[in-house]
């Protein structure tokens, strides 16, 4: 099997490259599939971001197009703390989906008291199995994941996608 | 105004559940053939309602709208209601919550539930891709969350921290569970045993997660009737069986809108809880025998406290005395279970709402005494949304 996350592929990795959307492991990042597109530009940018209400002030996560409190459309977009410590964390022997690596790390974050953003569940990158422990500070990490094609009237434009996950703090 | 009808659950069989050799359309059928043995009075013309629950259908089976090729398969001719449902493992018992609501109601006198899937795909891999459907895709799939071990190993993990709970005490939930699974043939793992020692040598899953105390993925499909008190009087001489209440209940799908303090408090699953015995006029003492949704061990063990069959945070030592056995205070899982017979997702809640019905009529494999009042319990999702049905030999009211 390829190794499904090679960015130089385009499309969807498990299938050989030809792309259908319905089996995508990625969200649609841009502008013409989503109104949160800012999130994933705000990735590229190195930034953690989300949607606070203009009205009541709360801060959501994931960011949205009206306040889940609320329900204001008026939001506006805000950086999230970057840091966070691990509440615990499984290594899994088996059952990565396809096109992540086995063993997969993944994390309960907890990003302290009076975070916007409580806890998150999150892959842990850069990492290797056995490193880590309960407590341990990880940061905010940001990888380029496969892009994907759409039609724009006779063109085929290609999307670029970033993703982000957690690393040790070293 | 009319005085409300009281629903009841007829009864009704599952398909053989495992790594089948079988299409979903067959599995409903051979569903459907089994709630026909165990109701032999019932004929199509009688079933004005269905209500067919299932995640996959659409990928695994290039089924979206399935609600009408149920229909074709089984010969039916509904009148007042013909839907698909889903909620993932807790289809077919959100169906039964519709259902009771249909015939109280007086729209629906006989609605057929049924619930199927086809998990296992011509290549493995495609199962596990799927699963990245079933999360909050764009967010915590994104992560890595597929099949459910690593989410619930975490869970496991906290419990342990928080409360003391061991693998030996969830391995006395699988013990037990497969102690139920004994003449259950149609189950997955139908005819295996297991003992403690088995269980705690048994290959890593995900750490705490041993190979039993994960439930296995199952292709496989269930079908009850739900019907009027009076409609399943003419369809069968068995004492009827009373939905009491329901109660069903998310506050969030991604992980970062979790309830709990920490992850082994779910606070939702007590709020589901609390509305259905409120509903069914009932507390937890009352009842006699229950279905919880152990797709691990240690989620029995959770679901235990948080339904308030034991204090919270004891739910280990709770399980390890044998309160969950046959004889003990709230015999649990008594066919086998997730664990055991298996978990077609959407068809997964129907067969525990079948093992009440069979325990309050007292014609159960592994029979509780004098059951009176039983309930089950799915979790569905990344343990995101709770649903508990409470059913009872005597109606609320
Ligand atoms: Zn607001």
């Not at chain 2, 067919?52 to 609600?67: C, K, V, Y």
């Not at chain 2, 079908?223 to 009491?244: C, F, G, N, W």
């Amino acid at each position: 099997m390829a190794d499904l996350e090679k960015v130089d592929i385009i499309g969807t990795p498990a299938l050989d490259g030809t792309y259908i959307a319905e089996m995508d492991m990625w969200p649609f990042e841009c502008q013409e599939f989503n109104r949160i597109y800012p999130f994933y530009e705000n990735l590229r940018a190195g930034k953690f971001t989300t949607t606070k209400c203009q009205k009541c002030g709360h801060i959501a996560y994931p960011p949205g197009v009206i306040c889940p409190k609320c329900w204001s459309d008026e939001l506006e977009w805000v950086e999230l703390p970057q840091k966070a410590r691990i509440v615990t964390f499984t290594e899994t022997q088996a059952g990565a989906p396809i096109g992540f690596p086995s063993p997969i790390i993944m994390a309960w974050l907890n990003f302290g008291e009076g975070a916007p953003l409580k806890h998150l569940l999150a892959r842990i990158i850069n990492c290797k199995e056995g490193e880590l422990k309960d407590g341990d500070e990880v940061k905010f990490v940001v990888f380029d994941v496969p892009s994907h094609p759409i039609e724009v009237k006779k063109e085929t434009k290609i999307c670029d996608r970033v993703y982000y996950a957690f690393e040790p703090v070293k | 105004m009319a005085e409300k009808k009281k629903a009841v659950i007829v009864g009704g069989g599952t398909s053989k559940f495992g790594v089948r050799q079988a299409h979903l359309l067959d599995m409903v059928q051979e569903a459907m053939k089994a709630c026909s043995d165990d109701i032999p009075a019932l004929k199509p013309t009688d079933i004005d309602g269905l209500i067919i629950a299932t995640t996959m259908a659409g990928r695994h089976s290039s089924a979206l709208n399935t609600a009408p090729l149920v229909v074709h398969r089984l010969g039916l001719s509904p009148t007042a209601i013909c839907i698909r449902l889903d909620t993932l493992c807790a289809g077919s018992n959100s169906a039964i919550i519709v259902a009771k609501g249909l015939v109280e109601s007086g729209m629906a006198e006989a609605i057929l539930v049924t619930g199927a899937e086809k998990v296992y795909m011509p290549q493995r891999w495609e199962t596990n891709y799927t699963q990245l459907m079933v999360n909050d895709h764009d967010w915590d799939s994104a992560m890595g969350l597929g099949v459910p071990p690593p989410f619930f190993a975490m869970i496991a993990k906290m419990h342990m921290k928080r409360y003391g709970t061991t693998k030996e005490q969830m391995a006395a939930v699988s013990v037990t569970n497969y102690t139920y699974g004994e003449g259950h043939t149609k189950g997955h793992f139908a005819g295996r045993s297991l003992t403690i020692e088995g269980a705690l040598e048994a290959r890593i899953i995900a750490d705490p997660f041993g190979l039993y105390d994960c439930c296995p993925l199952s292709d496989g499909a269930s079908a009850a009737i739900i019907a009027s008190e009076e409609k399943a009087k003419e369809l069968t001489d068995r004492p009827p069986v009373y939905v009491r209440g329901t109660g069903q209940h998310a506050s969030h799908s991604m992980s970062a809108g979790w309830p709990g303090e920490t992850l082994a408090e779910w606070t939702h699953l007590k709020v589901a809880a609390e509305v259905a015995f409120k509903n069914a006029r009932l507390t937890p003492k009352d009842i006699d025998v229950a279905q919880t949704h152990d797709c691990f061990t240690i989620s029995e063990i959770i679901e235990l406290e948080e339904l308030g069959f034991c204090k919270k945070g004891e739910g280990g030592d709770f399980v390890a005395s044998g309160a969950i056995e046959i004889d003990g205070e709230i015999p649990t899982n008594t066919d086998g279970g997730l664990l055991v017979y298996g978990h077609p997702f959407g068809a997964s809640g129907a067969r525990q709402s079948l093992e009440i019905c069979k325990q309050l009529q007292g014609r159960a494999i592994h029979q509780v005494k004098d059951a009176a009042f039983g309930l089950a319990h799915n979790l569905s999702g990344t343990c995101a949304q709770h649903t508990v049905v409470i059913y009872g030999k005597e109606p609320v009211d």
